[in-house]
Antibody, heavy 123, light 111 residues
Framework: EVQLVESGGGLVKPGGSLRLSCVASGFTFSGYNMIWVRQAPGKGLEWVSSISSNSGYTYKADSVRGRFTISRDNTKNSLYLQMNSLRAEDTAVYYC????????????????WGQGTLVTVSS | QSALSQPASVSGSPGQSITISCTGTSSDVGGYNYVSWYQQHPGKAPKLMIFDVSYRPSGVSNRFSGSKSGNTASLTISGLQGEDEADYYCSSYTSSSALKVFGTGTKVTVL
């Protein structure tokens, strides 16, 4: 069974930093691109950043470019999101998701999702 | 990059069919066959229901079907059931630097 478990969310002040983690199980993690998607309270979905299976390339949404960094450790089946210079508008549930193989486009479609971790940016 | 436009809500009785529209532009929905649909129950993670306009992932009920005409994609749920009550989001690849855009979301209510 595919499982994705996020952690690391919490309350942080504007301008602060936070690192999210996602541990994967039930599939060959190193064989899949991965992505972070967020959802502000009561709002829709927004993809944040994606990374290829071997970390060869990454993509970022314009809203987080220069502030967020995605990375992964295939030896630990783990995905990370380093978030710096956090703003109130970054407040959201952050989901880790697996990118469907052979999506044919970037960042692809997302076929398995974790339950999410809440990040609140407030003074 | 603007979000794709979806109706805020759609409702139907059990057993009926409903259709949710997703309107974009020639730079996204109309230009590529990379439209997908996600279902999200309250407090839960989204679930992929349709990809590449009309393909269902393994395990998704064949009551869900997708189509596209011009700049508008559609998700049809036939034989509506109580468990279908959820929010639905479309998404599409876009040729803009945003790469992927989501819809505004539609709340489906089963009467």
């Amino acid at each position: 069974e595919v499982q994705l478990v996020e952690s690391g969310g919490g309350l942080v002040k504007p301008g602060g930093s936070l690192r999210l983690s996602c541990v994967a199980s039930g599939f060959t993690f190193s064989g899949y691109n991965m992505i972070w998607v967020r959802q502000a309270p009561g709002k829709g979905l927004e993809w944040v950043s994606s990374i290829s299976s071997n970390s060869g390339y990454t993509y970022k949404a314009d809203s987080v470019r220069g502030r967020f960094t995605i990375s992964r450790d295939n030896t630990k089946n783990s995905l990370y999101l380093q978030m710096n210079s956090l703003r109130a508008e970054d407040t959201a549930v952050y989901y880790c998701a697996r990118v469907r193989k052979y999506s044919g486009h970037e960042p692809g479609d997302f076929d398995y999702w974790g339950q999410g971790t809440l990040v609140t940016v407030s003074s | 990059q603007s979000a794709l436009s979806q109706p805020a809500s759609v409702s139907g009785s059990p057993g009926q069919s409903i259709t949710i529209s997703c309107t974009g532009t020639s730079s996204d929905v109309g230009g590529y066959n990379y439209v997908s649909w996600y279902q999200q129950h309250p407090g839960k993670a989204p679930k992929l229901m349709i990809f590449d306009v009309s393909y269902r992932p393994s395990g998704v009920s064949n009551r869900f079907s997708g189509s596209k005409s011009g700049n508008t994609a559609s998700l049809t749920i036939s034989g509506l059931q109580g468990e279908d009550e959820a929010d639905y989001y479309c998404s599409s690849y876009t040729s803009s630097s945003a790469l992927k855009v989501f819809g505004t979301g539609t709340k489906v209510t089963v009467l």
